[in-house]
């Protein structure tokens, strides 16, 4: 859909978050004068009619007969497009469209690198962007990262790092470099299966000209494969981590240590974005110096400090059982106190539990609402050390005691964090201040043009 399409057209925004106000600005900017309705939450509403006056404000979510009187409904990404009202409006002939779909129309000449995955998506677009930056290159660093693409719907930049979740990867077209980090299951409540979720964020494989994709991801490859443009990382004859150096092939480039994000993965996030420069045509092996001096992102195995003999890492970020076992893996030999558990989406942790049959931390605190679930699991696999408590403020006390002033509590909990907070933002700043030291408010650094 191009923005010509909406002209003249009955048109409303679903959904007040940070997408949608950005989306209402573009619509008041490109199409002056038209009518455009808003569908937000009713504590929501008094705040859209004090930015935007000339809006009429449902403070109601909207039903099938409501969508059906638009011809075009712009929508947020967190609302899914396999609701049954949206669905049977589509069937009525209302057309569904997003701010990232309206960019790119607006934007087929721009140099893209789309990125998504399971996990490493932020964090790999993010050293794309700073790399590129390294280099000189003007560089957009936008997406589900944390600024919606109309936000900078009049920049200019020499390359474009977007971020697409899998609720928006089937809104991109046109792009130059499409990457895959990883290919697990997640946000099935969304989707509805499995199979479904994949589907969807592999859609950036036909919107992409070329595509780099994980070549540890067997399950990945073979999707991709015949793809006309695949590239892989993390395999011998490319970009990948070997004997603690990331290589290019044979040649030795850069100490993976140097890497200033911990972990392998983000050694192999960095190879990723290596990688993806590299076949947009840029020197990457000038550019990798530059991992030393990368920010790491917040909520991403963040170490928060040391009090009274214990360390507290803030993986707040985390919200499928493997990416707990990589924070695991991450720590390292330390004495650890696992903090996992949050909203339930019914994700398999029969992997997670395999894997503490082998080695388990020294505490796994379960917490939220699937906390229960999970014990339960690992107590019916023979596991120790496993604690159960409600909330994350008992989690918090619990992995505490359990290490006695030696060792490293880790909050990464595997799932998501809508049964106790707004997003896994609150949550991390709620864990670091549970833990004593001050919730920074920080966001990102590098979203948009520099």
């Known amino acids: 859909m191009r923005w010509a399409d909406l002209e003249g057209r009955r048109i409303a925004v679903w959904g007040f978050g940070r997408e949608g106000r950005a989306a209402l600005h573009a619509l008041a900017r490109r199409l002056p004068g038209q009518r455009v309705d808003l569908y937000c939450a009713a504590d929501e509403a008094g705040a859209a009619r004090t930015a935007f006056p000339d809006v009429l404000v449902h403070e109601v979510a909207p039903d099938a007969d409501a969508l059906a009187s638009y011809d075009i409904v712009v929508k947020s990404p967190g609302i899914s497009a396999y609701k049954p009202e949206l669905l049977a409006a589509k069937e009525r002939g209302t057309r569904f469209t997003s701010g990232s779909a309206l960019w790119f129309s607006g934007h087929e000449d721009a140099r893209t690198i789309a990125v998504t995955g399971t996990k490493g998506k932020s964090t790999t ?14 560089t957009a660093l936008a997406g589900n990262i944390g600024m919606p693409l109309l936000e900078l719907d009049e920049s200019h930049a020499d390359l474009w790092v977007i971020e697409l979740s899998s609720f928006q990867t089937g809104e991109a077209f046109g792009v130059d470099l499409g990457v895959v980090t990883s290919l697990y299951e ?47 990382f993390g395999d011998a004859s490319g970009w990948h981590v070997h004997d603690g150096w990331i290589q290019r092939g044979d040649e030795r480039i850069i100490d993976a240590h140097r890497v200033s994000a911990p972990g392998l993965h983000n050694a192999t996030n960095a190879c990723a974005a290596l990688a993806a420069l590299e076949i947009m045509g840029f020197d990457a092996r000038a550019a ?47 004495r650890v106190a696992l903090i996992v558990g949050g909203h339930d989406r019914g994700l398999d942790w029969t992997p997670f539990v395999e894997a503490m049959r082998v080695h388990a931390p020294a505490a796994i605190v379960c917490q939220g609402a699937n906390g229960g679930r999970i014990a339960d699991a690992l107590d019916a696999a023979g596991i120790g050390r496993v604690h159960r408590v409600n ?10 005691r359990a290490l006695a002033g030696d060792g490293c509590v880790v909050l990464s ?16 700043k709620r864990f670091a201040e549970l833990a004593g030291f001050e919730a920074h408010a920080a966001g990102i650094r590098g979203l948009g043009v520099e």
């Open 186 to 232: 997640e946000h099935l409540d969304w989707h509805g299966s499995r199979e479904r979720y994949v589907d969807d964020k592999l859609k950036l494989l036909a919107a992409s000209a070329r595509v780099l994709v994980n070549a540890g991801q067997p399950h990945l490859l073979a999707r991709a494969e015949r793809h006309p443009g695949l590239h892989t």
């Open 288 to 334: 990798a110096p530059a991992l030393s001096t990368f920010v790491p992102l917040p909520h991403r195995l963040q170490p928060l400090g040391t009090r009274d003999g214990v360390a507290w890492i803030n993986d707040s970020i985390s919200t499928t059982p493997l990416a707990s076992l990589a924070a695991l893996e991450s720590v390292g030999a330390k």
């Open 391 to 400: 909330d994350l403020a008992e989690a918090v006390n619990t992995a505490r």
């Open 125 to 138: 677009s993010a050293l794309i962007a700073h790399l590129a930056r390294s280099l000189g290159v003007r």
């Open 413 to 428: 909990p595997g799932a998501p964090s809508f049964d106790q907070f707004r997003d896994y933002a609150e949550r991390g």
